[in-house]
T-cell receptor, first 115, second 113 residues
Framework: AQKITQTQPGMFVQEKEAVTLDCTYD???????LFWYKQPSSGEMIFLIY??????QNATEGRYSLNFQKARKSANLVISASQLGDSAMYFC????????????FGTGTLLAVQP | EAQVTQNPRYLITVTGKKLTVTCSQN?????MSWYRQDPGLGLRQIYY???????DKGDVPEGYKVSRKEKRNFPLILESPSPNQTSLYFC????????????FGPGTRLTVT
């Protein structure tokens, strides 16, 4: 069964430094998608970045990049130049490429950016 | 503005009192789904719908019902809420079931006492 594992319940980072949030996944499918979402204290889910399993290049979106290592089944999120507004819960998710379009979420990492 | 809306945003109710959480999207999306978020468990899919009149169970459908009579609306119905349904609920939609980007609503925080 598909599964997402985020082993870091919480992390601290200094403002302006880079931080890596870990995500490993388990699937037997060849075709799948990997996502990162940000959930600030206000509760909404904000889409950050997407990586398809066949994409050869790592995805980047502004200060966010996804370090995709297919053989290791990892999809770590790298946030460069952290800002105070980056303090939030971050979820890694995987989409089954099938009929349900279901997103399978990890348990999240709470990131605190310190001034 | 393209968006997914949910109402109410916050609800406190008592065990057994039927309630409906509405979800509406203005993007003409075919695919809609409901998730619940619980501490330490992430988000789990409750139900999904690939189009009007087509709905199916997700991972945790027990105690919930849905309907999809119109493309834009996908209400979540709790016929007899119980305290274990206290959770944060999200509605999400995407253009097609194969679309990778899902748009999430703002969430509904439900407390059942």
């Amino acid at each position: 069964a598909q599964k997402i594992t985020q082993t870091q319940p919480g992390m601290f980072v200094q403002e302006k430094e880079a931080v890596t949030l870990d995500c490993t996944y388990d699937t037997s499918d060849q075709s799948y998608g990997l996502f990162w979402y940000k959930q600030p204290s206000s509760g909404e889910m904000i889409f950050l970045i997407y990586q398809g399993s066949y994409d050869e290049q790592n995805a980047t979106e502004g200060r966010y990049s996804l370090n995709f290592q297919k053989a290791r089944k990892s999809a770590n999120l790298v946030i460069s130049a952290s800002q105070l507004g980056d303090s939030a819960m971050y979820f890694c998710a995987m989409r089954e490429d099938g009929a349900t379009n279901k997103l399978i979420f990890g348990t999240g990492t709470l990131l605190a950016v310190q001034p | 503005e393209a968006q997914v809306t949910q109402n109410p945003r916050y609800l406190i109710t008592v065990t057994g009192k039927k309630l409906t959480v509405t979800c509406s999207q203005n993007m003409n999306h075919e695919y809609m789904s409901w998730y619940r978020q619980d501490p330490g468990l992430g988000l789990r899919q409750i139900y999904y719908s690939m189009n009007v009149e087509v709905t199916d169970k997700g991972d945790v459908p027990e105690g919930y019902k849905v309907s999809r009579k119109e493309k834009r609306n996908f209400p979540l119905i709790l016929e007899s809420p119980s305290p274990n349904q206290t959770s944060l609920y999200f509605c999400a939609s995407s253009l097609l079931f194969s679309s990778y980007e899902q748009y999430f609503g703002p969430g509904t925080r439900l407390t059942v006492t």
